[in-house]
C-alpha cells in the first residue's frame, strides 16, 4: 500500500504527458495496482477463515478444559444458548425438593441410559432433579431425545449442554444449590476408542476436571457420586474382580481414562474436601438401553436375520459378562447418594477430610455371551445366526465378575434381577419401541 501511494502521488498531472510516457510507466502502474488488489483480497480472505474459525471453536471463558476433539454434536452443543428467567425458572422448578428429606441433584449424562432411569427414580421419591447433556450422536439422538421426552412428562428438565462448558456450570450452581451431583456423563464404549480417542479425553477427562472445578468453588460443595467402569481391572485375572485389586493395566483407551478419573478424584477429595463415591459399573443393561452394546444390537440383528459376531477367548475360551440390570444399578446409584457424607470445603478450600470411596455394581453372576444369545433367541423366538470369531485386541477383556460385599455392607447393594427376567423386560421395551425390522417406529416413548 505504501509504495502504490508513492506512485500514485509521482503521476504527472498534465494529461499529455501521460499519453506521452504511456507504455512503460501505465504499465508498470498497472502491475503495482494489481499487486496491491491481490494483497488486499488475500488479507480479507485470511480474515474471513479465522473469523470462521473463531466462532466455530468452543470460546476459552466458556470450555477452559475442552478440547476440540468432540464430535461434531458436542460442538454444536456448546454453542447453544441457554440462560434467561424463563430458562432460570425452568431449571430452579426442576431441580425443587418436593420429600422431606429430600436431595437435590445435577445429573449429568441425564439423556443417556443410565441417566434416564436414575433422574426418573430421584425424581419418583420427592427429590429435586435437575438433567444436563449434550445430546452428543455417539449413538442415535433421537433414543436420547425419546428418554428426555419421557423426563420431562415427570417434571425433569435436561438442559443441553457439555460438561466442559465451566460457565454453564457456574450458573447451574449460581441458580439451585445442589446437594449432590450424579455424574454419568461421559464418552462410554471400548471399541470407539479406536475410532475417536479425543472425545475420551475430553468427556471423561477434561470434562470431569471442569465438574470438580465447579463443585470445588461452589458454596456450599456438593458431595459427588459419579461412573467409573468395571474396565478398570483391565488386564487383572484374579476373580470375582474386587476394589482392592489392581487396576493399573487398563486394556483400552476408555479404561484408562476412567482409571485417571479414579485419580483425579483422589486428588479433588485430598485438595479440595470434595466427598467423592466412584461407582464400577458391571455391564448394564435394560430397556431404554445403548444401541452400541451386544444385547441391543444381537436384539436388532436377530430379528433382521443378520449374523451375529460372537467372540471366543484362546483357545476358544468363553467369553462372560458380569450382565447387570438397570434397576439394580439405579439402587446403586441411590444408595450412594444417600449414603455420602457432605463435602468438608467451601469456596475453594478444604476444612477437613472427607469421604472418599469405591464401589463395585455388579450382579456377582457372569453369564457366557453364547448364554446371552440363547436367552435372546427364545425371548425373539428367533435363531440367531451366529458366527464365532477370535475376540480382537481392541479393548475388551474375556471376563468381568464383580465382588460386591462392599457395596452390600456400605450401600446396602443387592442385585435381584437375573438375565432370564431383565433381558425379558428389554425385548418388551424393544419390541415396542422399534417395529421388527428394526426402524423406529415411535419417537416419544
Ligand atoms: N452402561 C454400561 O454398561 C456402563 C458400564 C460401565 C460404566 N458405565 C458408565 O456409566 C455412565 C453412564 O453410561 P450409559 O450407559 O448411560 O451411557 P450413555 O452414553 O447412554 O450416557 C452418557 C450420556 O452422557 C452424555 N455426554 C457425553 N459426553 C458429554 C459431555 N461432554 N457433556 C455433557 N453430556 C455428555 C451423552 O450424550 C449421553 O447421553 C458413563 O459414565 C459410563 O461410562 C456404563
Redesign the pocket.
Known sequence: MTQLKTHQDGIPSTPGKIKMDRSPYIHRLRWQFSLAKLTFWSCLFLGLILLFFLRSTPSSSSSSYSLSS?TDS?RRSLASTWGGPDWEKRVRDSSKIRSHNGISVLV??A?????THVSAALKRRGDGVLG?????D??DPKL?RSRQARLERSGVFIVE????DSALLKKLFDVVAFTHVMH?????GVRYAMQNPGSYV???IA?LVSLFEVCKSANPQPSIV??????VYGLNNKVPFSERDRTDQPASLYAAT?KAGEEIAHTYNHIYGLSITGL??????GPWG?PD?AYFFFTRDILKGKPIPIFEGPNHGTVARDFTYVDDIVKGCLGSLDTAEKSTGSGGKKKGPAQLRIFNLGNTSPVPVTTLVSILERLLKKKANRVMLKMPRNGDVQFTHANITLAQTELGYKPTTDLQTGLKKFVRWYLSYYSDSGSKKRSDE
Request: overall charge positive; aromatic content about 18%; charged content about 15%.
Open positions: 468432540g458436542t449429568t449424562g439423556a443417556g441410559f443410565v441417566g444436563l447433556d449434550n445430546f452428543n455417539y449413538y436420547k449442554g457439555d460438561i466442559n454419568l456423563a461421559a464418552q462410554a475430553n468427556s471423561n470434562g459419579w461412573a467409573s467402569s468395571s474396565s476412567k464400577r459399573f458391571f455391564t448394564v443393561y445403548r452394546m
